[in-house]
Each structure stands twice: as structure tokens, then as C-alpha cells.
């Protein structure tokens, strides 16, 4: 099962949007993934295991792991763009 891990400022309400939005189109596609969500200061002591992380603020250059830019889940512009783009990483 892939995992993964929304990234928002606090990692609280913005993290459990996007999260909600990208497991419901998961489901939709019949790709089964553990959806978590934190912080970005969650990154700064390093990658967590996880196979893509989805951000809607900036993530340290440290993070070695695929990283989707989340904002069009915030201003619906591009989401579909942005959903394409974690299916892609996660197949």
C-alpha cells in the first residue's frame, strides 16, 4: 500500500481538505493508499516514509521524496492537473 503524507502549515484543517479530496478520487480509481497528514516543520528533522508527500506551502530542500504541489486543492484551479499527477506517482 503506498502511503501518502499531506502537508499544510499547521496540519490541521487545510491537510484534512486536501486529504479528504485526494481519497475520495483514490477510491474512485480503485487505488487503495494510507492517507496522513502533519506539519511542515514535521519535514525539518527529515523524510518521513512515505512514497509522495502533497504540500500546499513550501517543503525544505532536504525532503527526498516526490512532492505535488497542493494549492489547486485550495483554489479548485488545476486540481484535476494535481490528482493526475499523485495517480502518476503512485502506480
Known amino acids: 500500500m503506498k502511503?501518502?503524507?499531506?502537508?499544510?502549515?499547521t496540519g490541521v484543517?487545510?491537510?484534512t481538505?486536501?486529504?479528504?479530496s485526494i481519497r475520495d478520487h483514490?477510491?474512485?480509481?480503485?487505488?487503495d493508499a494510507q492517507?496522513?497528514?502533519?506539519?511542515v516543520m514535521d519535514l525539518v528533522n527529515g523524510t518521513p516514509d512515505v512514497d509522495l508527500i502533497v504540500a500546499t506551502t513550501t517543503v525544505?530542500?532536504?525532503?527526498t521524496v516526490p512532492?505535488?504541489?497542493?494549492l489547486a486543492f485550495l483554489t479548485g484551479i488545476g486540481q484535476d492537473v494535481a490528482l493526475a499527477e499523485i495517480v502518476s506517482h503512485l502506480q
Open 3 to 9: 502511503k501518502i503524507l499531506v502537508i499544510c502549515g
Open 67 to 70: 512532492v505535488v504541489a497542493g
Open 17 to 20: 481538505m486536501v486529504a479528504s
Open 60 to 63: 525544505p530542500d532536504t525532503v
Open 26 to 31: 483514490l477510491t474512485g480509481q480503485g487505488i
Open 13 to 15: 484543517a487545510t491537510s
Open 35 to 39: 492517507i496522513s497528514q502533519g506539519k
